[in-house]
């Protein structure tokens, strides 16, 4: 038995409306409907939705409520895992710090717990990129959380950032640059309101310039002199496009900055954010203190002692390289980018259609062909019994971009389409969905062992799908789609076109036969078949 209450507070003009479905009850009023599932006695919210921050310093985990296409916070969970510290001397993450991050995930998972997959966004950070075994500890880390985790690229969390970060700050036609010093990577973004428009990531980060220059806690002018002339090294390519002269406010976010402001503010040495003179006075604090531990500074929080000399060594290169005399902090950050952006896919701002369209322009491809072959791709991938909801979007978008390696080369485009789709930078799509995207479209044609292996009968039937419209539509003609059906039984599939069609179309006919001969050296068995109108 279930019952299923869809209700709101109720206005003195709201109107309640009662249905009852089997043994399902729905209410719902006129205003912002929230649903409660009395089945277990969990609530399952639809205007729920969460983003996990998987960073090198902390995991945290924010719930939130969209109400009027904006986000609403609800629950905020942070665990200072300091996963960047937990990487040895060769890159691997120690069993230790695997096992700390499971402990965490698993206590973000039970939060979570009654949210269906669209509702949630996982990212993991710069620890996840640079680990040798960040790969194969992942899907220990999905099992724990309960929920898909992407391993996004500098760039993309940069983007993010900014996101975040724009949404927390008054509107502005001003530019402004963010930067965010987090544990393992620190991202630079000059953006103006909402749109970023120049995004770099870099590798230093706190908990890694604290571990490489203050590994004991000791802080000597010689040690802060060599981690700010090092961070300088790294910013330094990066002055042409952020200095001072391209932007007109300066904006920090998350721990190292937030932090910053705060010992600033509370010690009487700045108010309203960062400045120049309050790290100078900083710097002395520090030295005088001569380690982490003896620091005397009013609102440091535990947690940050261990990664403050390392993160202001990163701050104090970055306002002399930038030329940066005063920085506000936002409360907005990568987490809150990632509601933003979950938000834009549940609606009609999905950044991934904007970056399609963006190379379609870029690669100069076949916009009206790419679009012919995504819509019968998508069609034919909605119709295999293993291809998931997310699984044929990748087939749409790698439709849409499969051609775009022809920019290079006529000979060998698919191979070119892959290399693009997975080493460009494409905002919205995480390090495996480009992964995903580049096995697609370099299995669109040609020999099919040459492909590669995909993991699982579901790829198969994604990549049979694709490689379907792309003969169909080979003509480039603008012809409606044939009322074609693809089924599958196991490894045999069947495509079903209409009763006359191919005889019409003698190089289409050859051209799938052929292809049913490419299937059978992969195991698989494919048949074309006929079906009356």
Same mark, same amino acid.
């Given at each position: 038995m279930q019952f299923v209450v869809v209700c709101a507070i109720p206005t003195i003009a709201s109107r309640a409306i009662v249905r009852y479905v089997g043994l399902t009850i729905f209410v719902t009023w006129a205003h912002a409907p929230v649903s409660f599932n009395f089945s277990g006695m969990r609530m399952a919210d639809d205007n729920l939705i969460a983003a996990v921050d998987l960073g090198s310093n902390s995991f945290r985990l924010q719930v939130a409520r969209v109400l009027e296409s904006t986000v609403?916070?609800?629950?905020?969970?942070?665990?200072?895992?300091?996963?960047? !510290?937990?990487?040895?001397?060769?890159?691997?993450?120690?069993?230790?710090?695997?096992?700390?991050?499971?402990?965490?995930?698993?206590?973000?998972?039970?939060?979570?717990?009654?949210?269906?997959?669209?509702?949630?966004?996982?990212?993991?950070?710069?620890?996840?990129?640079?680990?040798?075994?960040?790969?194969?500890?992942?899907?220990?880390?999905?099992?724990?959380?309960?929920?898909?985790?992407?391993?996004?690229?500098?760039?993309?969390?940069?983007?993010?950032?900014?996101?975040?970060?724009?949404?927390?700050?008054?509107?502005?036609?001003? %530019?402004?640059?963010?930067?965010?010093?987090?544990?393992?990577?620190?991202?630079?973004?000059v953006g103006r309101q909402y749109n970023p428009l120049t995004t770099e990531s870099t590798l230093m980060g706190c908990v890694s310039w604290s571990l490489r220059f203050f590994p004991d806690g000791i802080i000597t002018p010689d040690r802060m002199a060599a981690a700010e002339i090092a961070a300088g090294e790294v910013i330094q390519p990066l002055e042409q496009d952020f200095h001072a002269r391209h932007w007109q406010m300066a904006i920090g976010t998350s721990g190292t900055a937030r932090s910053l402001a705060d010992v600033m503010e509370l010690n009487d040495i700045a108010s309203g954010g960062i400045t120049k003179a309050g790290l100078t006075r900083i710097r002395h604090i520090l030295l005088d203190a001569g380690h982490v531990d003896k620091v005397k500074l009013n609102g440091l929080r535990d947690d940050r002692r261990p990664v403050l000399a390392g993160g202001f060594a990163i701050m104090a290169a970055v306002f002399?390289?930038?030329?940066?005399?005063?920085?506000? @902090?936002?409360?907005?950050?990568?987490?809150?980018?990632?509601?933003?952006?979950?938000?834009?896919?549940?609606?009609?701002?999905? @950044?991934?259609?904007?970056?399609?369209?963006?190379?379609?322009?870029?690669?100069?491809?076949? !916009? *009206?062909?790419?679009?012919?072959? !995504?819509?019968?791709?998508?069609?034919?991938?909605?119709?295999?019994?293993?291809?998931?909801?997310?699984?044929?979007?990748?087939?749409?978008y790698a439709a849409m971009l499969h051609e775009v390696g022809r920019a290079i080369s006529h000979t060998s485009y698919h191979k070119h389409s892959a290399y693009i789709l997975q080493h460009a930078d494409m905002p919205g799509f995480s390090r495996r969905e480009q992964a995903q995207l580049g096995s697609l479209v370099l299995a669109q044609r040609? %020999?099919?062992? %040459?492909?590669? %292996?995909?993991?699982?009968?579901?790829?198969?039937?994604?990549?049979? *799908?694709?490689?379907?419209?792309? @003969?169909?539509?080979?003509?480039?003609?603008?012809?409606?789609?044939?009322?074609?059906?693809?089924?599958?039984?196991?490894?045999?599939?069947?495509?079903?076109?209409?009763k006359g069609w191919l005889d019409a179309r003698p190089l289409t006919r050859h051209a799938l036969m052929e292809e049913t001969h490419a299937w059978q050296t992969v195991g698989h068995e494919l048949a074309i078949a006929e079906h009356s109108a």
């Open positions: 609403v916070p609800l629950d905020t969970f942070k665990e200072t895992v300091r996963l960047g !510290a937990g990487l040895d001397d060769r890159n691997y993450l120690t069993p230790a710090a695997q096992q700390q991050a499971l402990e965490a995930l698993a206590r973000f998972g039970e939060r979570l717990r009654g949210l269906r997959p669209e509702q949630v966004r996982a990212v993991a950070t710069n620890t996840f990129r640079v680990a040798k075994n960040g790969q194969t500890f992942l899907p220990e880390a999905e099992a724990a959380l309960g929920f898909p985790i992407e391993i996004i690229g500098g760039r993309e969390e940069a983007r993010l950032i900014y996101l975040g970060a724009s949404h927390s700050l008054p509107s502005s036609r001003e %530019k402004r640059l963010v930067v965010d010093i987090g544990g393992g990577s620190t991202e630079f973004i002399d390289l930038l030329g940066i005399e005063r920085m506000q @902090i936002t409360q907005g950050a990568l987490r809150d980018g990632v509601l933003y952006d979950l938000l834009g896919r549940q609606g009609q701002h999905d @950044i991934r259609t904007q970056t399609v369209n963006g190379f379609l322009r870029r690669y100069h491809t076949d !916009a *009206a062909q790419a679009q012919r072959v !995504a819509t019968l791709a998508l069609h034919l991938a909605q119709t295999m019994p293993q291809v998931n909801a997310a699984l044929a979007l990748d087939v749409y040609g %020999k099919l062992e %040459k492909a590669g %292996k995909p993991s699982g009968e579901a790829l198969w039937q994604a990549v049979l *799908a694709l490689r379907l419209a792309c @003969i169909i539509h080979r003509a480039r003609h603008d012809d409606p789609d044939p009322d074609c059906m693809l089924n599958a039984t196991g490894k045999r599939y069947t495509l079903k076109l209409p």
